[in-house]
């Protein structure tokens, strides 16, 4: 069975510019999450979404944004980026069931300048 | 607000020599999830193990095990028989939340393992 795949893997931008990272899930996991992680903040939530709907959000500004499709492939935009911007994104994926643990993919390096 | 702590920046263990990860962890929802996740150096996130908040037996997968003291809202996380490429970050992380109302993972800030030859 396939991972969970990000892509890009890495990714430069300047700031005001806008950017959209991609998440595919595992087959037949419905349940996509979204983390940011720095150095300073550590990993830090950012929404998850199921069946097409955002279910939980954490606490960003509403540059941030997601969607989920019906294939359960996910979609982050982050607009007006800002240096502070600048981190690893993780999505995780789960299947919905009693532990419901994350299965990761291996991130989006975002830098911006 | 729930909360994940994890109070070791770093941690040094000799190879083949067992180590313990603390964590600590506040809710008030009496339903909720205790999870450990390995990150190397690649970045990827690797779970490692799971204890729910009803299990009654501590949780253990291979050399990983999980020292869950439900009244003092400790779950750490024991490595036997360090090895090499036990180096890493360690993350402790708690899911709250069940069926449609959705759930968030929040992780405390990681504990490095440095594994000496």
């Known amino acids: 069975k396939a991972g969970v795949t990000q892509t890009p893997r890495y990714l430069i931008k300047t700031r005001g510019q806008q950017v959209t990272l991609s998440c595919s899930p595992i087959s037949g996991h419905r349940s996509v999450s979204w983390y940011q992680q720095t150095p300073g903040q550590g990993l830090q939530f950012l929404f998850e979404?199921?069946?097409?709907?955002?279910?939980n959000k954490g606490n960003f500004p509403g540059r941030f944004s997601g969607r989920q499709f019906s294939n359960s492939r996910s979609e982050m935009n982050v607009s007006t980026l800002e240096l502070g911007d600048s981190a690893l994104y993780l999505c995780?994926?789960?299947?919905?069931?009693?532990?419901?643990?994350?299965?990761f993919g291996s991130g989006t390096q975002l830098s911006v300048l | 607000a729930q909360k994940i702590t994890q109070t070791q920046p770093g941690m040094f263990v000799q190879e083949k020599e067992a180590v313990t990860l603390d964590c600590t962890y506040d809710?008030?929802?009496?339903?909720?999830?205790l999870f450990w996740y390995k990150q190397p150096s690649s970045g990827e996130m690797i779970f490692l193990i799971y204890q729910g908040s009803y299990d009654q037996q501590n949780a253990t997968e291979g050399r990983y095990s999980l020292n869950f003291q439900k009244a003092r809202k400790s779950a750490n996380l024991v490595i036997s028989a360090s090895q090499l490429g036990d180096s890493a970050m360690y993350f402790c992380?708690?899911?709250?939340?069940?069926?449609?109302?959705?759930?968030?993972?929040?992780f405390g800030a990681g504990t490095r393992l440095f594994v000496k030859a």
């Open positions: 992380a708690m899911r709250e939340g069940m069926g449609t109302g959705g759930f968030k993972t929040i």
């Open positions: 979404y199921f069946s097409e709907t955002q279910r």
């Open positions: 809710t008030s929802d009496p339903s909720y999830g």
């Open positions: 995780a994926s789960s299947p919905v069931g009693h532990d419901e643990k994350l299965f």
